[in-house]
């Protein structure tokens, strides 16, 4: 078998490996001409290797964020409403359901930023 050929091969026969598994187990041997044979089944004298079946461009792996609690996307909540009823933008809710939005008067705009301001104070730890 020719070079390229066990080179394509190589690259077939490894290819779904790395897209499944970040670790994938290869057996490097020699063949009698001296030229390094890799297989992901094992062989007489084989040595085992483990690579890294991961794409060498892509960030590294992060660990899972632990979920958040309810009190952290009520905080959360609160200061994205904050930072919306304080942008200036032009606010609508549907007031009397018939499917139509409505602009907020700026009576309602002053209760809900009361609101979410008093929902931020109570569920957002306080800056240490």
């Known amino acids: 078998m020719s070079r390229p050929v066990l080179l394509i091969a ?3 026969g490894l290819a779904p490996g790395p897209l499944l598994a970040d670790k994938t187990t290869v057996y490097k ?3 009698a001409d ?3 044979v890799y297989s992901q089944v094992e062989t ?5 290797q483990r690579v890294d079946g991961r794409d060498p461009n892509l960030p590294p ?3 899972e964020a632990a979920p958040k609690s309810e009190a952290e996307k009520a905080c959360e909540t609160a200061t994205k409403n904050l930072e919306l009823i ?9 007031k009397d359901g018939d499917g139509t939005p409505e602009d907020l008067t700026p009576e309602e705009l002053a209760t809900e930023k009361d609101l979410a301001q008093r929902q931020a104070d109570a ?3 306080p800056a240490k």
């Open 61 to 63: 792996a992060q660990a």
């Open 10 to 12: 190589l690259a077939l």
């Open 34 to 36: 001296g030229t390094s």
């Open 123 to 125: 569920y957002c730890a």
């Open 44 to 48: 007489r004298d084989a040595q085992v």
């Open 29 to 31: 041997s020699t063949n």
């Open 86 to 94: 304080g942008s200036g933008q032009r606010l609508q809710r549907d």
